[in-house]
């Protein structure tokens, strides 16, 4: 790392972080639902986007588009904003538009879903084995058949 004296700056600018990165993809994914880029625009515009390593670069990706008015989403509404974003990021990750954000995470997310599913499945082969009922089978055998009150 080099070191500049105090009170100059690194002529390049200021690095982006990859959460600045992220907030541009939003950007990008809002302006393509608002049909103002097509999606091979904003292809184009990701694929710039992760060549990029300084703020006023990323600039240049969105200086077309309108600023964003900054909406305080607030309830459930900041969840299930905050799950969108998450969402549109795996799906972009998947795609292959987007580098994992953490390698080995998609592994460990994987094997819990795996985990769940198989402890849910045996809970319900347990329940089907022994019964699903306080008593069981006891009283429900094949021959025995309850009238009700219509019979």
Avoid: K
Wanted: with cysteine; hydrophobic share 45%; proline share 5%.
């Amino acid at each position: 790392m080099s070191e500049n004296a105090p009170g100059t700056t690194v002529p390049e600018g200021i690095r982006c972080s990859d959460a600045e990165r992220e907030q541009v993809r939003a950007a990008l994914y809002a302006a393509a639902g608002e049909g103002r880029l097509t999606m091979e625009e904003v292809e184009e515009r990701l694929g710039r986007l992760e060549e990029f390593r300084y703020r006023h670069e990323l600039a240049s990706v969105t200086a077309d588009l309108p600023a964003s008015e900054p909406r305080t989403a607030l309830g459930w509404r900041q969840i299930l904003a905050a799950a969108g974003a998450a969402l549109a990021a795996e799906v972009a990750v998947l795609r292959g538009r987007a580098p994992e954000p953490t390698p080995g995470r998609r592994r460990l997310l994987i094997i819990v879903t795996v985990l769940i599913g198989l402890l849910i499945t045996a809970a319900i082969v347990v329940s089907a084995v022994h019964g699903f009922g306080a008593d069981g089978f006891e009283g429900h055998e094949a021959n025995t058949i309850e009238r009700g009150h219509g019979g």
